[in-house]
């Protein structure tokens, strides 16, 4: 797995949280996979968090460019960035 800054390696842990980030978005920014996140993830997060994340994102249509609406155009809520 490619070496990240902790910077780095928070976004991508941030944006596999966030239920309208598709991994799609994720292999884009950083060049991991829907399969190099999960291993990520599991690395970086406690066995229970893990757990926890992956039973959210299982099956979730918006985490998949190809299972998600087509009307969603966007990868996270206008009001989740705040300025």
Request: with cysteine; proline share 4%.
């Amino acid at each position: 797995m490619t070496d990240f800054t902790d910077e780095q390696r928070s976004r991508i842990i941030e944006m596999a949280w966030e239920d309208r980030t598709p991994f799609e978005a994720i292999e884009r920014l950083f060049g991991l996979n829907e399969s190099a996140v999960i291993k990520l993830m599991r690395a970086e997060l406690k066995a229970s968090s893990f757990r926890l994340w992956r039973a959210r994102v299982s099956g979730r249509k918006t985490k998949h460019l190809k299972l998600r609406n087509p009307d969603i155009d966007r990868a996270y809520c206008p009001t989740q960035y705040k300025r």
